[in-house]
């Protein structure tokens, strides 16, 4: 698909949403919600799903790789780098929050921002809509160029597939969602509300994350990302590679030409292997790799091609 197609379709994706939300928000003048309530029931899905449903979900899945005889070491040092993959990403979040992100979100959405929309369902259920979208892009912006698949290759390089995998993630994974979350402030939806909506996206993903989940019912694997699209894209054969980069919606996938079914038995990892279960090499490798091409590559602007360029571009002799 052309790069002008694409844009075309994602900018009417984004005018349909954001025209329906406005345009019914205020046609309909629903009551509008209070901030505690939206909060509250957030956290019960956002955060408390990690005690209700991922854990418990993970020992399932423990259990299974006993029963079928594949939990080894390396299942469970794996899951550990995970963790405290995880961990680290937490903390950069944190600070980026604490010193950028809210308020760069809050400046934008009193200054350069269209009129600010209510707090009610219908802007929930937009918010969460166009978190997703963006969710796509940012997605596929980590895998086709150099600097982004430097950190999201962290999360593709483990070879097992389970809901701590979920979890691993890389240095600048908490950087790259900004750049496609500030347009969505600046149409009018409240900071916190696109915060919580673009959690929401992560956590829908983190259940899929899993092999004990076979195919869904058709009505469900058409529309929504399941844990089968999600396993071709982790997969490391080559016709999965940048395929289903969707966070809730499999549509947006199928809509931009990156849809690809399950139907070869998914290989799981990177295609050149990291063979290390070290969380510092896990969590760096991808930048040292990345650095150690930028040395590599001789000439500045070949130097800045390789941050810009998909991560296996190199200089023309």
């Known amino acids: 698909m052309s790069n002008t197609r694409l844009l075309i379709y994602s900018i009417l994706v984004i005018?349909?949403?954001t025209g329906s939300v406005h345009g019914v928000a205020n046609f309909l003048n629903l009551t509008d919600l209070y901030p505690e309530s939206v909060e509250y029931w957030f956290y019960i899905v956002n955060d408390l799903s990690l005690i209700y449903i991922i854990i418990p979900f993970f020992f399932i899945e423990i259990i299974r790789y006993g029963v079928i005889k594949k939990l080894g070491k390396d299942v469970i040092l794996d899951s550990i780098?995970?963790?405290i993959t995880f961990g680290a990403f937490i903390v950069i979040e944190y600070i980026l929050a604490l010193f950028a992100i809210v308020k760069v979100y809050y400046w934008l959405h009193y200054n350069f921002s269209l009129p600010h929309l209510p707090l009610n369902i219908v802007t929930v259920i937009g918010a969460i809509l166009l978190a997703d979208f963006a969710y796509y892009w940012d997605h596929r912006t980590m895998h086709r160029i150099g600097l982004g698949?430097?950190?999201?290759?962290v999360h593709h390089s483990s070879e097992h597939f389970?809901?701590?995998v979920a979890y691993r993630f890389g240095p600048l994974d908490a950087v790259f969602p900004i750049l496609f979350s500030l347009p969505i402030v600046m149409l009018g939806f409240d900071p916190i509300l696109i915060l919580a909506a673009e959690i929401f996206v992560q956590v829908f993903q983190t259940l899929l994350h899993t092999e004990i989940i076979g195919k869904l019912p058709k009505p469900i694997?058409?529309?929504f990302n399941t844990p089968?699209?999600?396993r071709v894209h982790h997969g490391s054969n080559r016709q999965y590679w940048d395929k289903n980069y969707a966070g809730i919606l499999i549509i947006w996938d199928k809509l931009l030409g990156t849809f690809e079914p399950e139907v070869e038995k998914v290989r799981y990892g990177i295609s050149e292997p990291l063979n290390s279960v070290n969380p510092i090499k896990v969590f760096f490798h991808g930048l040292s790799r990345l650095g150690s091409k930028l040395l590599q590559t001789k000439g500045v602007v070949n130097k800045f091609k390789v941050l810009i360029k998909p991560p296996d571009w190199t200089p023309s002799k």
């Open 221 to 223: 694997e058409k529309i």
């Open 162 to 164: 389970n809901m701590s």
């Open 81 to 83: 780098a995970n963790v």
């Open 15 to 17: 005018a349909v949403i």
């Open 228 to 230: 089968s699209h999600h």
């Open 149 to 153: 698949w430097a950190t999201h290759t």
